[in-house]
């Protein structure tokens, strides 16, 4: 199994690598300063550091070539003022569709999955929080690039995201939020990671939360 990771080098992206490479993966991270902010413990021949642009076609075609899965952790403006999350995925989105691979499991945020009323995505009702509806647009655009696609997608939709390692501790619910409202970077790794082995939830939306 050869698995190319998109934000490889962001906390939830690290983790990543950590749990890929743990399944006796071949991983490949790419960013645009892959080299200087890899970790260096990291470091193994089944973990290979691709330098390319997120927004090239290109460098994300040779990326995904020869490899059976993609794992995205894209990061962007905590506000949501740019577009590095919906514009990077419709870009992988694109590449995987003309070479394949056909799997993928990308982060989201909670604020994409449906309300309870049924009356749309969380992130557009009135009760939820005004600071975080730019960045749940940008998120429930990536998410419509998946579902409008051909491919094998899972839209992972986590809570706050706490900077800790796995413990295996966590919940996964298909099309609804978790019922705790935190999530260890290392935990929403693991299960994206166990999605792709397991080839679990696909064309849904995860909520997810430690318990």
Same mark, same amino acid.
């Given at each position: 199994?050869? $698995? %190319?990771?998109? !934000? &490889?080098?962001?906390?939830?992206?690290?983790?990543?690598?950590?749990?890929?490479?743990?399944?006796?993966?071949?991983? +490949? &991270?790419?960013?645009?300063?892959?080299?200087?902010?890899?970790?260096?413990?990291?470091?193994?021949?089944?973990?290979?550091?691709?330098?390319?642009?997120?927004?090239?076609?290109?460098?994300?075609?040779?990326?995904?070539?020869?490899?059976?899965?993609?794992? #995205?952790?894209?990061? !962007?403006?905590?506000?949501?003022?740019?577009?590095?999350? #919906?514009?990077?995925?419709?870009?992988?989105?694109?590449?995987?569709?003309?070479?394949?691979?056909? +799997?993928?499991?990308?982060?989201? #945020?909670? !604020?994409?999955?449906?309300?309870?009323? =049924?009356?749309? @995505? +969380?992130?557009?009702? *009135?009760?939820? @929080?005004? *600071?975080?509806?730019?960045?749940?647009?940008?998120?429930?655009?990536?998410?419509?690039?998946?579902?409008? #696609?051909?491919?094998?997608? %899972?839209?992972?939709? @986590?809570?706050?995201?706490?900077?800790?390692?796995?413990?295996?501790?966590?919940?996964? %619910?298909?099309?609804?939020? &978790? %019922?705790?409202?935190?999530?260890?970077?290392?935990?929403?790794?693991?299960?994206? $990671?166990?999605?792709?082995?397991? *080839?679990?939830?696909?064309?849904? +939306? $995860? =909520?997810?939360?430690?318990?």
């Amino acid at each position: 199994m050869t $698995v %190319t990771i998109f !934000g &490889a080098t962001g906390m939830v992206g690290k983790q990543l690598i950590i749990h890929a490479l743990s399944k006796g993966w071949n991983v +490949r &991270a790419f960013g645009r300063q892959i080299d200087d902010l890899m970790d260096k413990e990291l470091q193994t021949d089944k973990l290979t550091a691709v330098k390319g642009y997120l927004f090239d076609a290109g460098d994300v075609q040779k990326a995904l070539k020869g490899c059976n899965a993609v794992l #995205s952790a894209i990061g !962007g403006a905590v506000d949501g003022s740019d577009q590095t999350r #919906s514009l990077g995925i419709k870009n992988i989105v694109a590449q995987m569709e003309k070479n394949g691979p056909k +799997r993928i499991v990308a982060v989201g #945020s909670v !604020g994409v999955l449906e309300s309870e009323d =049924g009356n749309g @995505p +969380r992130f557009e009702q *009135e009760d939820y @929080p005004q *600071e975080f509806v730019p960045v749940g647009r940008e998120h429930f655009a990536a998410y419509m690039h998946l579902k409008k #696609s051909s491919l094998d997608w %899972t839209f992972m939709c @986590p809570p706050d995201i706490h900077d800790k390692e796995a413990d295996g501790k966590f919940e996964t %619910t298909p099309e609804a939020p &978790a %019922t705790h409202w935190e999530i260890n970077a290392g935990n929403l790794a693991l299960s994206m $990671v166990q999605a792709v082995a397991s *080839e679990t939830f696909i064309h849904q +939306r $995860v =909520g997810i939360g430690n318990i």
